[in-house]
């Protein structure tokens, strides 16, 4: 009878450890999702500054057909991969709009009028604000990613988290590209 009730206060044991795990791995998975999400509603109010900020300059100058095309297909791009999940093609997406809207503010720095316009400074204020916000959550989120990540790799857990099908999540990683400085004199040689 005592062999039979140890052998149950092992299990219960066992099973409360499980139980414990399982939590901590679902915690961090809605980490990550929430991380997401938050990054996601400030690309989306920056994406939707972006048009505006075009038609503004569009107003006032003619800009180059070829760098608002790139900056809206770059949006279109971002958001088909943001509906889709797809971490990576919003990272290469994201790169490819961040750098033309380095055109854009390059542009403006050029253009006294345009620069000295309110509408013009008060979105380039706005998605300076956003690209700000951008960048913080971004490494929040890239830590809920780690964490979640090294959880599902490490001892005892990685053997919950493949009993129930927890999987790795994928880091918001930006362009090589995005990285760099930008180069004002190489906007203008066009």
């Not at 300059?57 to 971002?78: G, H, S, T, V």
Request: with cysteine; net charge neutral; charged share 25%.
């Amino acid at each position: 009878m005592i062999t039979t009730f140890i052998w149950l206060a092992i299990a219960a044991a066992l099973g409360v450890y499980v139980i414990l795990l399982y939590n901590g791995l679902v915690a961090l998975k809605h980490g990550v999702a929430k991380a997401w999400s938050n990054i996601d509603v400030l690309l989306k109010q920056r994406h939707d500054e972006l048009p505006k900020l075009v038609e503004t300059c569009k107003q006032y100058m003619q800009f180059e057909r070829k760098a608002l095309e790139k900056i809206m297909a770059a949006r279109a791009a971002a958001n088909a991969a943001r509906e889709k999940g797809d971490v990576k093609g919003v990272g290469q997406a994201e790169s490819a709009m961040r750098l033309g809207l380095g055109n854009i503010i390059a542009t403006v720095e050029a253009y006294p009028d345009l620069k000295a316009n309110a509408s013009i400074q008060q979105l380039l204020g706005r998605i300076t604000g956003l690209e700000n916000a951008i960048a913080d959550r971004r490494e929040f989120y890239n830590e809920a990613v780690n964490l979640n990540n090294m959880r599902i790799e490490q001892f005892p857990d990685v053997i919950v988290a493949r009993l129930f099908g927890f999987g790795p999540a994928e880091l918001l990683v930006f362009s090589e590209e995005e990285k760099k400085d930008v180069d004002v004199r190489e906007l203008f040689r066009n």
